[in-house]
C-alpha cells in the first residue's frame, strides 16, 4: 500500500533533512523531534485509514501532505536565496515524494468516498 511506502519515504526525508543540518554544522535534534513528530503523525493518520473514520483520514492525510508541500516550496525557496544548493536537493527530492503521494491520495478521494457511502447504506439496511 502507498500509504506504508510513503510512511518509509517520511523516514528517508528526515535522514535527508538531518545531513542537511549536520553539514550546516548545527544540532539536528530539533528536526529529529520534527522528523518524529510527522513520523507519529503519518503513522496515526494511516491507522485512521481502517474502520468508518476512512474519510476523515483522507481528508487529514490529504490536507497533512499539502502541508508538507508549501513547506518544502518555502525550505527551497530559502536554500535558494542563501545560495545552498544540497538544502535545496533535498528538499526538492522530498518535495517530489510528496506531491506523488498528494496525487495518489487526490486520485482515491472520488472512489474513497463512494465506497465510504455505499458501506453505510449497507450497514443501515442490514440494520432495519
Ligand atoms: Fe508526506
Same mark, same amino acid.
Given at each position: 500500500? @502507498?500509504?506504508? @511506502?510513503?510512511?518509509?519515504?517520511? /523516514?528517508?526525508?528526515? =535522514?535527508? @533533512? ?13 528536526? =529529529? %523531534?520534527?522528523?518524529? /513528530? ?5 503513522? !496515526? ?10 474519510? =476523515?483520514?483522507? *481528508?487529514?492525510?490529504?490536507? +497533512? ?5 508549501? !513547506?518544502? /516550496? ?28 498528494? #496525487?495518489? *491520495?487526490? !486520485?482515491? @478521494? ?5 465506497? +465510504? *457511502?455505499?458501506? %453505510?447504506?449497507? #450497514?443501515? %439496511? !442490514?440494520? =432495519?
Amino acid at each position: 500500500m @502507498l500509504v506504508t @511506502l510513503h510512511l518509509e519515504e517520511t /523516514k528517508q526525508q528526515a =535522514k535527508r @533533512l538531518e545531513q542537511c543540518l549536520d553539514r550546516m554544522g548545527e544540532g539536528s535534534s530539533t528536526l =529529529k %523531534d520534527a522528523g518524529g /513528530k510527522i513520523i507519529a503523525m503519518g503513522q !496515526s493518520i494511516s491507522g485512521i485509514f481502517a474502520g468508518d473514520e476512512v474519510m =476523515k483520514g483522507s *481528508l487529514a492525510s490529504y490536507t +497533512f501532505e499539502h502541508m508538507e508541500i508549501a !513547506s518544502y /516550496k518555502m525550505l527551497i525557496a530559502a536554500a535558494g536565496e542563501i545560495g545552498d544548493a544540497g538544502v535545496q536537493r533535498a528538499c526538492e527530492e522530498n518535495l517530489r515524494e510528496e506531491e506523488a503521494m498528494a #496525487d495518489w *491520495l487526490e !486520485s482515491r @478521494l472520488g472512489t474513497v468516498t463512494s465506497e +465510504f *457511502l455505499r458501506r %453505510d447504506e449497507r #450497514d443501515a %439496511d !442490514s440494520a =432495519k
